[in-house]
């Protein structure tokens, strides 16, 4: 195994949500010129917790404790800048020679880096209340910058669908973008009040008749008739649960899961050729035990391990149901596996984020005696499957695939990456994966590149990954597809369902462009992409794919991904939950790059298509994505050639 050394707990803080590293400030400080020796501390509390730096300096230097946040910038995202800096002839020790902090001087009223200014008119108050609700900060003034207090492009996207339901307005993703404050935004909010083409609102409808698929379900529904049982569609999840385990309890919650959300009593059929959701009024769930107890404690994990992933291989049957699984692995009194399994077209990555935190709650509940209080839904997947087939049709759908058709206009067929074996006729989806990371202080330096110019860490990523596929495939043109949450509306936050829908991103390379430049040219297609993001991917495979070919995938052939939001552990009296990987060694691609933000950088896989790839190949490639990252960070204006 591979030991993290993760740094002394005490010197870990949070503020404004994020965890940072003191130490990888002092070290940033260190490098700035003239400086000797630094520390920094957090002073606060809850929302007013700020950091402060003290910098010694270098024989014969002189310090502008401007120019050194300056330069911190540089190399760091604004989180991680500390508010104010001060210099001293020495940093005070302790009797063992060590720098005592709490001897360190007061800085005094520091103001924050942007004073608080408190909304002036009804519009700016509930602006600034959507604002600290999407970011979990206690309090949003009108010149705090949304991406400067942690904002990414999916809280971005969910901040506009509560200012949507808020207002009743259709505002574009880019208004945020180009005003990230309150104060920005409010006077395009007030635009936007007159624009004329608005989607509906999203309201519960009757269960009378047939109920229709949404795009993405019917798209999976003529797949798996190809392909029946195909399982690069299933999506597994594995809890490790720690404590005293209330099986009975468990088994409750998940009965109250299955009765609340109707996605996990549905199956799908095509009585009358057109395929149509089924919706079982209630479904008794079981839960079934494996007691791994008995096998020798050297093979149990490696025995769990099989477990999971034969079950997260296992097909589903889609006109029969149910299309969620779940089973209990015993490892230990006080140590289980909690795997569960659903079919994509019931389910996307979010759906499993409100599946464990509901399945905590309730369980909570049921072990303690107590009712659930979980909100009521305002709608269902089915509600939202009718609204977008009444909405997405005519004019509203005609302007949606305009852009996405001038997207493809002269794109090349295919990404024509070099593959160590030949490609087979039909995709087998068979897969694996080799590890990426990021160190922490070259991801900072990146996430304060893309932060200097307006871009997200995403954007910059992607075209980083762009770069990377041009120069293995010889090609300047490429395409990547990238999952977008697709819950453009407030009331589908909390629902099961298959809501991703996917967008496909093209970068066009000059060799003399510096990456700044491309980086520039991914913002605003990103953007654009983002406000033509209700078009569903199978629409567009309808209206630019002729002929589908099997031995690849429709319309791109690599995938790039971004978990801003990794799922934290949970803990119930008595009992915590806690996410384990699970490998499908499955690959819908050829090639999907997968990152995740954590304390230690950026973490993730590539996961290949090993009907093409050689895993060396693989891990060479991820290499080379390593020194590419090193050369953006330390020189983004030099030419991609």
Partial sequence: GTLDFLGRIDFQVKVRGFRIELGEIEAGLRASNGVNEAVVIARGADADKRLFGYVTAREGHTLDTDALRAQLKQRLPEYMVPSALLVLEALPLNANGK????????????????????????????LATLFAEVLRVERVGIHDDFFALGGHSLLATQLISRVRAAFSVELPLRALFSAPTVEGLAPALEAARSAAHR???????????????????????????LQPGDISYNIPAALRLTGRLDVGALRRAFQALVARHETLRTSLSAPHEEPSQCIQEQLDWDLPVIDLTSVPESRRDAEAERVATAEARKPFHLVT???????????????????????HVVSDGWSMGVLVREVAALYEAFSTGQTPSLPPLPVQYVDFAKWQRDWLQGEALESQLAYWKQQFSGAP??????????????????????????PAQLSNSLKALAQREGATPFMLLLAAFQVLLSRYSGQDDVR??????????????????????????????????SFRQLLAQVRGTTLAAYEHQHLPFEKLVEAVQSSRDLSRGALFQAMFSLQNTPMEALRVPGLSFQAVTVDTRSSKFDLTLTLMESPQGFVGTFTYATDLFEASTVQRMAGHLGVLLEAIASQPDAALS
């Fill in 99 to 126: 720098v005592d902090r709490k001897a360190l001087p007061e800085l005094g009223d520091v103001p924050r880096a942007s004073a608080f200014v408190a909304p002036r008119t009804p519009t700016e108050e509930k």
């Fill in 199 to 225: 989607a509906p609102p999203l309201l519960p409808s009757t269960r009378d008749g047939v109920l229709p698929l949404s795009f993405a379900q019917q798209r999976l529904w003529l797949v798996d008739q």
């Fill in 321 to 343: 149901g149910p299309l969620m699984r779940s089973s209990l692995v015993r490892l230990a009194e006080d140590s289980h596996l909690l795997l569960v399994t659903m079919h």
């Fill in 413 to 438: 067929a295919a990404l024509e990456l070099p593959t160590d074996h030949p490609r087979p006729p039909v995709q087998s989806h068979r897969g694996a994966t080799v590890d990426v990371r990021v």
């Fill in 480 to 513: 990547v597809g990238s999952p977008i949450a697709g819950r453009t509306q407030a009331e589908t936050e909390g629902l099961i369902g298959f809501f991703v829908n996917t967008l496909v991103l093209r970068a066009r390379m000059q060799p003399r462009d």
